[in-house]
């Protein structure tokens, strides 16, 4: 286990809500921030706030120095070959938005297939609904085993030459599963489709090398991560953002604009329209540096020696149902679940009253709910800086509340 002092780097943590010590689960919406984060936005916007790229007075240099330095450490953080491969988004979200939008939109055609699964996020879905419909192509799903594995018996009967696209998440942020990225990008090569990976699950619990993985697109959240909201990273191979037309126009994207055309600067910068999000890539660097300093290896270990821990504890829990595998090897830090006849909104506000933060709802995926026969669920979710005190006061405010709505005390 890391050491519990790492705790003391994230101030929210200490407080109390409803008279309780604060115990956060809510990481797979949304991580804390440490202070050397928050240190480091400070210190941009006390300092060096200036405009990127074209600027030549000392603050511009120093901003862009820092905001370049951010891209630097990203593309070492998930083992990209070049800086010219990482594009700074607003977030996943977008990265997939801008692959459907423009690469997309080159690849697919009427008749076509994109291939996704049915454990997908709504960002990995809505986007290629939208696809589809322009094309006139067909969006199909990967179905699941019994327990929310990707059943790769189906992908492999479902992909054919007819499917131009693969868009799978690395991690699902219900089941808790991690899909064999590997395997499925080599096979979707084989067709010659494009593999593009939902990593926001992924990129803040384990270490990533994209090209070990050979995915040709990867998109992931800075605020998973310990970074800012609205920072994001979009990878892609070169050779096919090269290809790829942008689908914002403006600022810091252009090469030289005509009075009837215009032309676009080099990678990166080529899809980073206007004035880009500075501070949220400075202070993504930071947590890059954080994350690092700590180890991805060990991050990753922490959390699987936290469910080891908490789920055998869970699953002893009469009335308790867990969505996604039963073994806690195959499960991550995010573990989904329902209390017989208590609805999840009304288990997250008890729970609340713990001092425990957990999810309630359709966490954006809900397809897989509707495949699982649930409209909802509740969503406790592990990070680094929780402790095996945190999964008990978990167990036991689960246990009060059973009992608060069996017979009416807690």
């Known amino acids: 286990?890391?050491?519990?002092?790492?705790?003391?780097?994230?101030?929210?943590?200490?407080?109390?809500?409803?008279?309780?010590?604060?115990?956060y689960l809510d990481n797979a919406a949304t991580s804390?921030?440490?202070?050397?984060?928050?240190?480091?936005?400070?210190?941009?916007?006390e300092h060096d706030n200036a405009n990127v790229h074209r600027g030549v007075h000392t603050l511009a240099e120093r901003a862009t120095s820092s905001y370049e330095g951010a891209r630097e450490k990203?593309?070492?953080?998930?083992?990209?070959?070049?800086?010219?491969?990482?594009?700074?988004?607003?977030?996943?979200?977008?990265?997939?938005?801008?692959?459907?939008?423009?690469?997309?939109?080159?690849?697919v055609g009427s008749g076509d297939e994109i291939l996704i699964s049915q454990m997908e996020h709504h960002s990995n879905i809505v986007a290629w609904q939208e696809l589809a419909k322009r094309k006139g192509a067909t969006l199909v799903y990967v179905d699941l085993t019994e327990e929310g594995m990707l059943d790769m018996a189906d992908f492999k009967s479902k992909l054919s030459t007819k499917t131009k696209i693969v868009s799978i998440a690395h991690i699902s942020n219900v089941l808790g599963v991690v899909n064999p990225i590997k395997e499925l990008s080599a096979l979707a090569h084989e067709v010659g489709a494009t593999m593009i990976?939902?990593?926001?699950?992924?990129?803040?619990?384990?270490?990533?090398?994209?090209?070990?993985?050979?995915?040709?697109?990867?998109?992931?959240?800075?605020?998973?991560?310990?970074?800012?909201?609205?920072?994001?990273?979009?990878?892609?191979?070169?050779?096919?953002?090269?290809?790829?037309?942008?689908?914002?126009?403006?600022?810091?994207m252009i090469d030289f604009v005509y009075h009837d055309r215009s032309t676009w600067t080099e990678l990166p910068w080529k899809f980073e329209a206007g004035t880009p999000n500075i501070a949220g890539a400075i202070g993504l660097g930071a947590a890059v540096d954080y994350l690092t300093e700590i180890g991805m290896e060990e991050i990753h270990a922490h959390e699987q020696e936290l469910v080891a821990y908490v789920l055998p504890k869970l699953q002893q829990i009469e009335g308790l149902t867990i969505y996604g595998p039963k073994d806690p090897s195959q499960h991550t830090g995010v573990i989904a679940f329902n209390l017989d006849g208590i609805h999840p909104h009304d288990t997250s506000t008890a729970l609340d009253m713990e001092g425990v933060a957990v999810r309630a709802g359709h966490h954006c995926v809900q397809p897989l709910l509707s495949y699982l026969g649930v409209q909802s669920t509740a969503r406790a979710s592990f990070y680094f800086y929780n402790t095996k005190e945190d999964a008990d006061r978990l167990v036991e405010a689960i246990i009060a509340t059973k009992e608060f709505f069996s017979h009416g005390f807690i």
């Open 1 to 23: 286990m890391l050491d519990d002092k790492i705790k003391q780097d994230f101030p929210i943590l200490f407080q109390e809500v409803n008279d309780e010590p604060l115990v």
């Open 32 to 45: 804390q921030k440490p202070k050397a984060v928050t240190d480091s936005l400070v210190h941009f916007y």
């Open 74 to 107: 990203v593309r070492a953080f998930i083992h990209a070959k070049s800086t010219k491969e990482v594009l700074f988004t607003r977030g996943t979200t977008t990265g997939i938005n801008w692959l459907a939008r423009s690469y997309g939109e080159a690849v």
């Open 197 to 252: 990976v939902d990593g926001a699950q992924a990129a803040p619990h384990m270490s990533i090398d994209v090209r070990d993985l050979d995915a040709d697109f990867y998109a992931f959240s800075g605020h998973k991560m310990c970074g800012p909201t609205g920072i994001g990273v979009l990878y892609g191979k070169e050779s096919l953002l090269e290809k790829m037309d942008p689908i914002e126009f403006g600022g810091e």
